[in-house]
């Protein structure tokens, strides 16, 4: 089923057939909504919720609306093992879910290797951390703030405990830095391109890197863009009177739909030679066409009617940077490279998230030169600053040392 399916949840296993049916007499909670067809079970309006989530401009990602149903499947599997549906929850019932998501007992957790249809699947692989607990928290409590606002619940049963605000995140360690950048680079150029499929491999590999290090796009974002929403505006006279070391050109990535159906765009000068190097290996003109609807993250395979493919699924994409990241390892490690080891380490966990991260701890760091702060947000395609707030000063040796000195200054 896709992440977008909004179809009523799945009723595996549970008490009643594993279906949740209304009960015979209305919970003390439950009422007629005023705008939903009456006689609809849990499941189904929860349904109509999850199609709300996804409708108009404001609609969720396709990633996040997956974790939506995630947290409607665990909701209505705990709801069928204490047979209570969820329309007669009381705040106890609400706070005993709560409490049983942090510590499941042994029987309510599957092995990794159960599918979906399987008598024995469970939507749980284990205990959740205190953050992703209080995710399924926010998402359950926003599903029955939703319940009470159409009219199917008279009050939020989770209206009694305490909310769940949003931490001040963590400063972000997960980013590759300029120097594995390059080691990246490096590794795929060393390649041997004696053969068609290599060279393209090569030249789109390469562009890759450079694609998510030198953009911060999010993987999602990648896999829907087009080559035409690469465009390139003549600077004008008025903003290299603002701007006297401007460039005569600006090339620009228009992110048609992004986090939360957001528009954006993104300066991408910085990938210009590596995209028409990409372009040119597939036998493109260098420049890409106003109406060029070929994907921007191409496949080394053509379609039955020769065009190129294009790369669909981010699961793909991530597999491809994660190889390159071993690729590099091994590269670094086969020539001798003078790589920290627990720089190396670190990095062995990199994704392709992790580059994005790259961007935005350049962007950072352009704070400090004149970037104002409202850029970088529309760069990354965030709302809030205390999200790139995270990518602030992140190195601790950097900000000790920086202490340390200025101490040692000030005593002289």
């Given at each position: 089923m896709s992440a977008r399916d909004t179809s009523p949840i799945r009723r595996e296993g549970g008490g009643a057939g594993g279906v949740s049916r209304p009960a015979?007499?209305?919970?003390?909670?439950?009422?007629?909504?005023?705008?939903?067809?009456?006689?609809?079970?849990?499941?189904?309006?929860?349904?109509?919720?999850?199609?709300?989530?996804?409708t108009g401009r404001g609609r969720l990602a396709t990633t996040t609306l997956a974790q939506y149903r995630i947290e409607a499947e665990r909701l209505f599997w705990?709801?069928?093992?204490?047979?209570?549906?969820?329309?007669?929850?009381?705040?106890?019932?609400?706070?005993g879910f709560i409490a049983f998501l942090q510590a499941p007992a042994p029987w309510a957790m599957r092995a990794r290797a159960v599918r979906r249809g399987s008598p024995d699947w469970r939507p749980f692989l284990g205990p959740l951390t205190?953050?992703?607990?209080?995710?399924?928290?926010?998402?359950?409590?926003?599903?029955?703030?939703?319940?009470?606002?159409?009219?199917?619940?008279?009050?939020?049963?989770?209206?009694?405990?305490?909310?769940?605000?949003?931490?001040?995140?963590?400063?972000?360690?997960?980013?590759?830095?300029?120097?594995?950048?390059?080691?990246?680079?490096?590794?795929?150029?060393?390649?041997?391109?004696d053969t068609r499929q290599e060279q393209l491999l090569k030249a789109?590999?390469?562009?890759?890197?450079?694609?998510?290090s030198r953009t911060g796009l999010r993987t999602t974002e990648a896999v829907k863009c087009r080559m035409q929403h690469i465009e390139i505006h003549r600077v004008s006279g008025?903003?290299?009177?603002?701007?006297?070391?401007?460039p005569e050109f600006q090339w620009l990535l228009h992110v048609?739909?992004?986090?939360?159906?957001?528009?954006r765009w993104v300066p991408c000068n910085e990938i210009a030679l590596s995209l028409q190097a990409y372009r040119?290996?597939?036998?493109?003109?260098?420049?890409?066409?106003?109406?060029?609807?070929?994907?921007?993250?191409?496949?080394?395979?053509?379609?039955?009617?020769?065009?190129?493919?294009?790369?669909?699924?981010?699961?793909a994409i991530w597999d491809v940077i994660t190889g390159l990241r071993d690729e590099a390892i091994a590269y670094a490690r086969a020539t001798g490279r003078d790589v920290d080891e627990k720089e190396l380490k670190q990095f062995a966990g990199a994704s392709t998230h992790w580059l994005r991260h790259s961007y935005a701890k350049g962007l950072a760091e352009?704070?400090?030169?004149?970037?104002?702060?409202?850029?970088?947000?529309?760069?990354?395609?965030?709302?809030?600053?205390?999200?790139?707030?995270?990518?602030?000063?992140?190195?601790?040796?950097?900000?000790?040392?920086?202490?340390?000195?200025?101490?040692?200054?000030?005593?002289?």
């Open positions: 015979p007499a209305a919970p003390a909670n439950r009422q007629e909504s005023p705008v939903l067809p009456p006689g609809l079970t849990d499941e189904e309006i929860v349904a109509r919720w999850l199609t709300a989530k996804a705990y709801a069928r093992q204490t047979d209570v549906p969820i329309s007669a929850w009381t705040l106890d019932d609400f706070a205190d953050r992703s607990a209080g995710q399924t928290q926010k998402i359950v409590t926003s599903l029955f703030e939703w319940l009470r606002d159409v009219g199917y619940l008279k009050i939020n049963p989770a209206v009694g405990l305490p909310t769940v605000g949003r931490r001040a995140q963590g400063k972000q360690g997960r980013f590759v830095p300029p120097d594995l950048c390059a080691l990246l680079c490096e590794a795929i150029d060393s390649r041997a391109d789109r590999d390469r562009f890759l890197v450079e694609l998510f008025a903003l290299r009177r603002e701007f006297p070391d401007a048609e739909s992004g986090k939360g159906g957001k528009e040119l290996a597939f036998g493109l003109p260098p420049v890409p066409a106003p109406d060029e609807a070929l994907p921007l993250v191409l496949s080394a395979r053509r379609t039955r009617f020769g065009q190129w493919k294009g790369v669909r699924h981010r699961q352009a704070l400090k030169h004149g970037l104002d702060a409202r850029s970088a947000l529309e760069n990354m395609g965030h709302a809030d600053q205390r999200t790139f707030n995270q990518y602030v000063d992140d190195e601790p040796l950097k900000r000790a040392l920086a202490t340390h000195l200025a101490r040692e200054r000030a005593t002289r």
